[in-house]
C-alpha cells in the first residue's frame, strides 16, 4: 500500500502529547514495515524546519510551504487542497490508497482515512478549555473527521466508549489500540549519576511526592494541594514537586501554592517544564506520583511512572482505571480526604505498588501497538 502519514505534529521543537505520540508509533512502526510505501506530510512556510529523521527506504518527505493559517483557512472552508492529490502532484507518487491522521487536525483528502482519537474532554469538559481552544475545535469540526474517516482508532477502551456515545459513532467502526512507552522508562539503581544531577539541578528533596503535567484545571491540583495541606499536618518528612508547564488558569492555583509555601516551609516545589529526557529521573527518585485528574483518554504519565518502580495514585475515572486497574491506588478525584488517606496507604503499601506498577506497564508497548496499526492497514485494503 501507499499510505500518507501527517507528521505536523512531529515540526515542534520539545514534543508533547501528540508529537511524541507520533514519533514513538512511527519509530516502531518503520522498523517493522519494510513492505508499504509511506509518504511523510508536513507544511510549514519556513524552508528550514527541524523534523525526526526516518531513514528508511520506503519512507519519503512529502514537504509544503503554505502559510499555516492560509492552508488551513482553504481546506476548513473549501475542502482544497485534497491532500494525498496534492502529494501526487507534488511528488510525482503513486496514487496514495490511504491517509493516517494521528488526531484530529486541518484535512481534506479524496482518498479514505483513518484518524487515531485520543480523548474528547473538550466535548465531556467544555469548562476546562480557554476560549481559543474551544473555537479551535468547533472549526475542526472532531465529529465529522470521525463520521467521514474510514475508520477511527481509539487509544483506550474508554475512548472508544466515549466516542461511539458522543458522535453515534458504530462502535465497530473504531478500533482500540492502547499506545506504548518506551523502554527509556524503567528502574534505575540508587548509584545511576544522573539523579544526584536532576536532584542538584531542581533542587529536590530527599523524599517527595511526583504531579507532573501541565498546570491547567482538567489536572485537578487544588484537591492535590489541599489533600497534600491536610498530609502535612502530621507528617512533614515529605514534600510535593509539581512539574510541568503553566497552562490556562493556572494563576489562581500558583497563587495558593505560594501561600501554602509561606505557612509550610516551602513544601511545594514548582519546577516548571521537565525535557522529556529528564522524566525518568524523577520517576525514579520520587516516592509516590500522584495524578488526580478528572479526565483522561489514556494518561501516559501513571503508566511511565509505574514502569520507573515508582507507586502511583490516580482518580478512579475515564482511561486511568483501564490503565492502572490493581496496579495502582485508585481515588475519588473530587474527594480531598481521599486523596489524603492514599499517601499513608501508599507509603505503607510502597514495595507492593512498585512491583504491580512494573509489571502492568511491560503490557503496553509501541512495537505491539505498532504491529496492530499494521493489521489496521491490511483491514483496509481487503
Not at 47 to 74: M, Q, R, T
Not at 303 to 315: D, R
Request: aromatic share 14%.
Amino acid at each position: 500500500m501507499n499510505i500518507a502519514i501527517d507528521i505536523r505534529a512531529l515540526m515542534e521543537k520539545e514534543l508533547t502529547g501528540v508529537g511524541e505520540y507520533t514519533l514513538n508509533l512511527l519509530t516502531h512502526l518503520f522498523d517493522q514495515d519494510n513492505t508499504n510505501q509511506y509518504y511523510l506530510f508536513y507544511n510549514s512556510a519556513k524552508k528550514e524546519i527541524a523534523l525526526p529523521k526516518f531513514d528508511f527506504e520506503n519512507v519519503h518527505y512529502c514537504g509544503f510551504h503554505w502559510p499555516n493559517k492560509l492552508l488551513n483557512f482553504s481546506l476548513v472552508f473549501f475542502k482544497w487542497p485534497k491532500l494525498d492529490k496534492w502529494i501526487e502532484r507534488k511528488y510525482k507518487t503513486p496514487k496514495i490508497d490511504l491517509f493516517f491522521f494521528p488526531n484530529i487536525s486541518f484535512l481534506a483528502t479524496e482518498c479514505p482515512y483513518i484518524i487515531t482519537a485520543h480523548d474528547i474532554s473538550f466535548e465531556l469538559f467544555p469548562e476546562f478549555l480557554s476560549l481559543k481552544r474551544k473555537l479551535w475545535h468547533r472549526i475542526i469540526s472532531p465529529g465529522k473527521q470521525y463520521a467521514k474517516s474510514s475508520r477511527v482508532i481509539a487509544v483506550s477502551a474508554n475512548t472508544k466508549i466515549d466516542l461511539a456515545r458522543q458522535y453515534e459513532i458504530n462502535p465497530e467502526k473504531i478500533k482500540t489500540i492502547h499506545s506504548g512507552i518506551t523502554s527509556n522508562f524503567r528502574p534505575l539503581p540508587d548509584s545511576h549519576p544522573s539523579l544526584k544531577k536532576i536532584k542538584k539541578k531542581y533542587g529536590l528533596p530527599e523524599k517527595f511526592f511526583l504531579f507532573l503535567g501541565t498546570i491547567e484545571p482538567r489536572k485537578n491540583l487544588e484537591t492535590l494541594v489541599s489533600s497534600f495541606d491536610l498530609f502535612c499536618r502530621k507528617n512533614k518528612k515529605y514534600s510535593l514537586v509539581v512539574t510541568g508547564k503553566h497552562g490556562w488558569k493556572c494563576k489562581k492555583l500558583l497563587n495558593n501554592i505560594n501561600q501554602f509555601n509561606r505557612e509550610n516551609e516551602n513544601k511545594i516545589i514548582l519546577t516548571g517544564f521537565i525535557p522529556n529526557k529528564e522524566k525518568i529521573f524523577l520517576y525514579n527518585l520520587a516516592e509516590l506520583f500522584v495524578y488526580p485528574s478528572f479526565y483522561e483518554g489514556f494518561g501516559f504519565p501513571p503508566l511511565e511512572a509505574m514502569a520507573c518502580g515508582c507507586p502511583v495514585i490516580t482518580s478512579n475515572n475515564s482511561s486511568l482505571t483501564e490503565i492502572c486497574r490493581d496496579s495502582a491506588i485508585l481515588i475519588d478525584p473530587n474527594n480531598t480526604e481521599d486523596l489524603h488517606k492514599s499517601f499513608e496507604q501508599a507509603i505503607e503499601n510502597r514495595e507492593f505498588y512498585k512491583r504491580k506498577g512494573i509489571e502492568k506497564a511491560t503490557s503496553f508497548n509501541w512495537s505491539e501497538t505498532a504491529k496492530k496499526y499494521q493489521l489496521a492497514w491490511r483491514q483496509m485494503n481487503k
